[in-house]
């Protein structure tokens, strides 16, 4: 889904009215973004010769949604690097760290096939997911703090990806660490780079469609949730519970442990939240499209289910949140009272 920030102060009267109506259909899309993934699961599971073809454009699918989080994307997003690069690089260090080092020790544990684990492993490798703001501010986190983590850790992808890919599944399947690298700048990087230019050169048009971009990244997502499902039917029926159990265990430990990781580091609790939804989340729909162009089908489904899972999950955990911030709210008053 494409970044997203709450409405702003200043600026123009047009900007702030778009992003209000940007904020506004971020939460009702990352609101039936589940229900609308689940609904993508089924139809690729249910009639897997019928939607096979599409894997063909998943690439596209997901180049598109990386367009989307260009044009979302603004100066002040990448300032923040300047003015507070400490969370910043806590949020990244912990994304390349906790979720890649929870999917070699889920691998393990469940001593998981060779295609399933290179999988899991590429969902941990991947970047922070792009709902992820959206979450976060719905849990009463830092969003701008939260834009910037993403933004950043995407950005990193060509070089982090392909290399712990490589590090930690290299023995598993061979590992095409370069190729790997040349998909990802032509997938994400390319895409959210012209994203920023028509951001620049048409920000007048821009501002009238931000409203209409978590839409876009909802549709691409949910077409690549169904390609990849529809060439992985038959393991979801051999495999499905375990991929899913490993998949629930992936993001919860991904929440806990980016949470304490931001409280050990005397974070405040609204970063704690940010860094908890930033690290638990990941872009699954690169991992996905991924996984079907360099290893198999059945490699991708890990990321799949990821893709339906982690925004159940997260906005659980905004719920969470939220009623925490409620009562710590409800205390204060009747201490001041």
């Given at each position: 889904m494409a970044n997203t920030t709450p409405p702003i102060p200043n600026g123009s009267a047009a900007a702030a009215a778009s992003r209000e109506g940007e904020d506004r259909s971020a939460r009702i899309a990352v609101t039936l973004f589940p229900a609308i993934i689940i609904a993508a699961f089924l139809i690729g599971f249910l009639f897997p010769t019928q939607m096979a073809p599409l894997a063909t454009y998943t690439n596209v699918a997901l180049g598109v949604i990386m367009f989307a989080m260009g044009i979302t994307l603004t100066?002040?997003?990448?300032?923040?690097?300047?003015?507070?690069?400490?969370?910043?690089?806590?949020?990244?260090?912990?994304?390349?760290?906790?979720?890649?080092?929870?999917?070699?020790?889920?691998?393990?544990?469940?001593?998981?096939?060779?295609?399933?684990?290179?999988?899991?492993?590429?969902?941990?490798?991947?970047?922070?997911?792009?709902?992820s703001n959206v979450i976060t501010y719905l849990a009463k986190g830092d969003v701008a703090l939260s834009v910037t983590m993403t933004s950043v850790s995407t950005l990193l992808a060509p070089i982090f990806t392909p290399l712990l890919t490589l590090w930690l599944a290299g023995t598993l399947l061979p590992v095409d660490a370069g190729a790997m690298a040349i998909s990802i700048v032509q997938m994400v990087l390319i895409p959210i780079v012209a994203g920023l230019l028509v951001r620049w050169l048409l920000r007048s048009w821009v501002d009238r469609v931000l409203p209409a971009l978590p839409w876009v990244s909802v549709l691409g997502i949910s077409y690549v949730v169904v390609a990849v499902v529809s060439g992985s039917a038959d393991s979801i029926v051999e495999a499905g519970l375990l991929v899913l159990l490993v998949v629930v265990l992936h993001n919860a430990f991904g929440y806990m442990l980016g949470y304490v990781a931001a409280r050990l580091f005397r974070y405040p609790e609204r970063v704690a939240r940010t860094t908890a939804v930033e690290v638990g989340m990941q872009n699954s729909g690169l991992a996905a499209t991924l996984a079907a162009a360099h290893f198999s089908p059945v490699a991708a489904l890990p990321a799949a289910v990821f893709s339906v899972w982690h925004n159940i999950s997260g906005g659980l955990l905004a719920l969470f949140f939220r009623a925490r911030s409620a009562r710590h709210e409800k205390r204060a008053r009747s201490v001041d009272s």
């Open positions: 100066v002040p997003d990448f300032a923040l690097v300047a003015k507070r690069p400490l969370p910043i690089l806590l949020g990244v260090v912990a994304q390349y760290v906790i979720m890649p080092s929870l999917a070699v020790a889920l691998v393990f544990v469940f001593q998981l096939p060779a295609e399933l684990a290179i999988g899991v492993i590429l969902v941990g490798c991947a970047p922070g997911g792009t709902s």
